[in-house]
């Protein structure tokens, strides 16, 4: 098991920002890459950024990639995802997920996943 939990989430107007956390604990989080996924009701999980183990490569989805920002703090153990311009269409559960190493943008590469936090974006 590798214990992810994200917070961060919440209830915001359209045009305002967001940063989601995800903190991990008991496990070697420098050795893990790390993305942020979002699914809304209805709708297959989404790619939105990925960051690998030591922040030397990230990757983000073209629908995002202008208004969000993945970062990492190995110190803290923790990955960010700020997001800043959000719209309705941003609301969905936002999951963070853990991979040895790398910064995949496929879901099915990642081993293990948080919760996921709400976002709600209202016009």
Do not use: H
């Amino acid at each position: 098991q590798v214990p992810l939990v994200e917070s961060g989430g919440g209830l915001v107007q359209a045009g305002e920002s967001l940063r989601l956390a995800c903190a991990a604990s008991g496990w070697r989080f420098d050795l893990f890459g790390m993305g942020w996924f979002r699914q809304a009701p209805g709708k297959e999980r989404q790619f939105l950024a990925s960051i690998s183990a030591r922040s030397s490569n990230k990757n983000y989805a073209d629908v995002v990639k202008d208004r969000f920002t993945i970062s990492r703090d190995n110190a803290q153990n923790t990955v960010y995802l700020q997001m800043n311009s959000l719209k309705p269409e941003d609301t969905a559960v936002y999951s963070c997920a853990a991979t040895a190493w790398r910064a995949p943008t496929s879901p099915d590469e990642y081993e293990y996943w948080g919760q996921g936090t709400q976002v709600t974006v209202s016009s």
